[in-house]
């Protein structure tokens, strides 16, 4: 059975705290890119109640996604964007949810990102990475941006860290590995770097940096 809202709310807040949840609760964070990083942050938020998800993704859930992506298997072929937002409303049926099923670009990116308080970078390829981060860094300054560099491999867990890179950015990952053909992306150590970056956004809102 469903909880109420009333009862899903009180859960939280007696575990957050009624003043924390109340801030998690009014926040809206943008996720750019659902594969390995995204899927686990949109995760991770949505069960610690943040109040409003913008889930940002062209792409379509593959077989190869699986090992580290919060998709199922009955999931394959559907928009990433369509399969995740089942999935969190299951998780936290009070979330509101906003998708954008298309590739975010330098042309779209302000449209795609205007009500967010926190931009979550969690993009594949290096040069939509870059062009994200400079985008919001150069045009969007008011925003909080915390993005991510290095989580593949099977290297020390330990190594995944976050910088402060500035005011308002924020770097999570071992900023060494890359996603390379022969290179290991197993499911713990994306989401390790995917919880860093959650955790920071959560951090953000309660003012802890």
């Known amino acids: 059975m469903v909880p109420t809202r009333e009862e ?41 109640g943040i109040g409003s998800l913008i889930l940002i993704d062209f792409d379509r859930v593959d077989t190869a996604n699986l090992n580290r992506q919060q998709y199922k298997a009955a999931q394959v ?3 990433k964007t369509e399969a995740l937002e089942e999935n969190l ?17 330098r042309e779209n990116a302000a449209d795609l990102l205007g009500g967010a308080d926190i931009i979550c970078e969690a993009l594949d390829a290096a040069r ?8 919001v860094l150069e045009r969007m300054s008011d925003k909080y941006l915390v993005a991510a560099s290095g989580m593949a491999g099977l290297g020390s867990p330990n190594d995944i860290r976050t910088r402060r890179v500035s005011e308002r950015f924020y770097l999570c990952g071992d900023g060494v590995s890359d996603i390379r053909s022969e290179e290991a992306i197993v499911a713990p150590r994306v989401m390790l770097c995917a919880a860093h970056q959650a955790q920071t956004v959560l951090r953000i809102i309660t003012e802890q940096f």
């Open 8 to 48: 899903w709310y009180k859960a939280l807040s007696d575990r957050h705290g009624e003043k924390t949840q109340k801030k998690f609760s009014s926040k809206t964070v943008a996720v750019c890119g659902l594969g390995g990083l995204g899927s686990n942050i949109a995760v991770a938020l949505a069960r610690a």
């Open 128 to 135: 939509e990475k870059a062009m994200l981060v400079n985008f």
């Open 89 to 105: 409303s299951e998780i936290s049926p009070y979330i509101q949810l906003v998708t954008h099923n298309e590739r975010i670009t």
């Open 77 to 79: 072929g559907r928009y």
